[in-house]
C-alpha cells in the first residue's frame, strides 16, 4: 500500500529535483554572464539580482526541499536521540516530524494565500522590469506541500516502528521514511 503511495510521490520529487537543477545551471550561467559583461564590457544586466533573488534562488531550495529531507540531509540534533531505544527514538522522531509537519503546514497555507493575492491582484515588483510576484510566492508553498506529504509519511511511519513487526524496515529501506 505505502509503495503505490511513494512511486508517485518519488517520481514528482525527481521532476523537482530536475527543475532544481536546470534552475541551478541557468543561475551559473545568468550569474557568469553578468560577471563577464560586468568587469569584461563594463555593461552588466539589470535584470541578473532580480531574477537570482526572486525565482532562482527560491526555486532551488524550495523545490528540493522534500528530497532533503527524504535523504536524510535536513539539520538535526542527534545528542541525546542517539541515546534512545529503538522504539523510543522512532516515537521521538514521529514527534519531531509532526511538529515541523504543523510548522511547514501553516507555512505553506499562509503563503498561498498570499500568493493568489498576489496573481490575482497582478502584483510586481517596482522596478525596470516589473517581474511578477507570484511565481515566487508560490513556489514556497509548492515545497511546503511536498514536504508536508513526506512528513506525513514519515510521522506514520515513526509511529509505525514503535510497534514489534510492523514491516516499517521496508519502509525504511524504500526510502519512504529516512
Avoid: H, K
Avoid at 534552475?23 to 544586466?45: C, E, H, I, K, Q
Avoid at 540531509?73 to 522512532?90: E, K, M, S, T
Avoid at 498561498?112 to 516589473?130: H, K, Q, S, T
Amino acid at each position: 500500500m505505502m509503495e503505490r503511495l511513494l512511486r508517485p510521490l518519488r517520481m514528482i520529487e525527481r521532476a523537482f529535483v530536475a527543475c532544481g537543477c536546470v534552475l541551478l545551471f541557468l543561475l551559473m550561467l545568468t550569474v557568469a554572464a553578468d560577471v563577464f559583461l560586468r568587469y569584461g564590457l563594463n555593461s552588466p544586466f539589470g535584470w541578473t539580482y532580480d531574477v537570482v533573488s526572486l525565482y532562482l534562488m527560491p526555486g532551488i531550495f524550495f523545490l528540493l526541499l522534500s528530497d532533503s529531507f527524504r535523504g536524510g540531509a535536513q539539520v538535526r540534533v542527534d545528542i541525546l536521540r542517539d541515546g534512545f531505544p529503538r522504539r523510543a527514538r522512532a516515537a521521538a522522531d514521529a514527534l519531531g516530524y509532526l511538529c515541523a509537519l504543523v510548522v511547514f503546514g501553516v507555512i505553506g497555507a499562509r503563503t498561498f494565500g498570499r500568493g493568489w493575492g498576489a496573481l490575482m491582484g497582478g502584483d510586481a515588483i517596482a522596478g525596470p522590469i516589473p517581474w511578477p510576484m507570484w511565481p515566487s510566492i508560490m513556489l514556497v508553498p509548492l515545497g511546503c506541500a511536498m514536504l508536508s506529504v513526506r512528513l506525513v509519511i514519515a510521522t506514520i511511519g515513526g509511529f509505525l516502528a514503535q510497534e514489534p513487526d510492523s514491516g516499517v524496515e521496508n519502509l525504511l529501506a524504500e526510502g519512504g521514511v529516512e
